[in-house]
């Protein structure tokens, strides 16, 4: 079902010329003279890239054939990363590129949302917060009570982040995964 640019509102997908968007920003203009019209900032849902475009006002535009799935991580083989769709159970892999940071957060049994578009996944959300356990970081030094103080720290997942320095091989952490900062200790 085609949507007219009166519908148009912050997080709207849309489909122009057979590609995915969504509408990042947009603004109704009514000219003194001339008929009115609508500016958008839209960003590609498969490369990210952020384009300008003007509608006439009453313009219509498709709706993109998304679909959203649920899906469980398996494990990964070195070139493809493998995930159970939860409902019908199929398994089908995904490119580190498809899943970009979210390889970081990647381990046995999370859940994530894959976006198809035509049946080809492009793109993928992982919860906010993921825990996950420390493997490999150095002892904190007895008596440095500096504030803001951080050292490194491998996760099981391979991922290095900076964490503080009571945080010790074996804690399992909270991860922020909008920019792989450490949030928190888990306790328990």
């Given amino acids: 079902m085609p949507y007219s640019t009166a519908e148009f509102r912050k997080g709207l997908k849309i489909e122009i010329s057979d590609e995915p968007y969504v509408i990042v ?6 000219p003194g003279k001339g008929g009115a019209f609508v500016r958008t900032k839209l960003k590609s ?11 006439r006002s009453g313009e219509k535009v498709g709706e993109p054939a998304l679909e959203q799935k649920n899906a469980q ?3 990964g083989d070195g070139e493809m990363y493998h995930f159970m769709d939860n409902e019908s159970y199929e398994q089908f892999g995904l490119t ?3 899943l970009g940071d979210a390889v970081h957060y990647l381990k046995e049994n999370t859940e994530i949302q894959v976006l198809f578009f035509r049946g080809k996944a492009i793109n993928v959300d992982v919860p906010t917060f993921i825990e996950l ?5 150095e002892p904190g030094v007895r008596g440095d009570t500096a504030t803001n103080v951080t050292k490194p720290a491998t996760l099981e997942t391979g991922y290095v982040v900076n964490v503080p320095l009571f945080i ?4 399992v952490i909270k991860i922020d995964t909008r920019d792989g900062s450490y949030a928190s200790k ?3």
């Fill in 96 to 98: 580190p590129e498809v």
């Fill in 168 to 171: 010790n091989e074996d804690d």
């Fill in 25 to 30: 920003d947009f603004q109704h203009v009514k």
């Fill in 73 to 75: 991580y398996l494990y």
């Fill in 45 to 55: 849902l498969l490369n990210g890239a952020v384009v300008d475009k003007t509608f």
């Fill in 186 to 188: 888990v306790t328990g």
């Fill in 133 to 137: 356990r420390v493997t490999q970081t």
